[in-house]
């Protein structure tokens, strides 16, 4: 597709250059060239973002969540009352409204932080769903343990797996 549109504009800056200045022959160039960019713009949008782009996200939340002692203590006690609620007897419309009060938190939350660290939100949370529980893979997995290794120094490994994960997965979840 790329390259009929690159022969397209091609062929019509040559045909449309008989008789014209060198002056509207730039001009024309240029305005294809500018047309071209714009369909590789919008080409590499609607493709998503890149897995070294979800990568970068996640390296993004990691070190947003690992850098603020506040946020991983907020996460662990929002985890633990909602697992609270969660038990046996316990009311169900209580854990949802845990869970929808952390879930809105946290979303909005990344979706205000991940652009102001150079990254997306939408390429966070298409790397959490190949690491969350009924998706990943083992080598995902691991990854995701080896950047936890990397950028949340000073944080017991196994308790920033569970808070990072609990809050791709309130993230990621449907809402209740």
């Keep these: 597709m790329k390259k009929i549109t690159v022969l397209f504009i091609a062929s019509a800056v040559l045909l449309a250059g008989c008789g014209k200045s060198k002056k509207e022959l730039a001009a024309e160039q240029a305005a294809a060239a500018k047309v071209q960019a714009v369909a590789e713009a919008a080409a590499k949008k609607a493709a ?56 809105n938190y946290y979303r909005a939350l990344l979706e205000r932080e991940m652009p102001a660290r150079g990254s997306s939100y939408q390429a966070l949370m298409l790397y959490a769903n190949a690491i969350l529980p009924g998706h990943a893979a083992a080598e995902s997995l691991d990854g995701f343990r080896g950047m936890l290794k990397t950028h949340c120094r000073g944080v017991d490994e196994a308790q920033a797996e569970r808070l990072l994960g609990g809050i791709l997965f309130y993230c990621a979840a449907q809402t209740p």
Excluded: H, W, Y
Excluded at 61 to 73: A, E, G, Q, R
Excluded at 91 to 99: H, I, K, L, M, W
């Design 48 to 103: 998503g973002p890149t897995e070294e782009e979800k990568k970068q996200a996640a390296v993004a939340f990691i070190t947003l969540v690992c850098s603020s002692p506040k946020l991983l203590d907020e996460a662990e006690t929002n985890m633990d009352v909602f697992e609270a609620f969660s038990g046996e007897g316990a009311d169900r419309t209580e854990a949802e409204n845990s869970f929808t009060r952390s879930q």
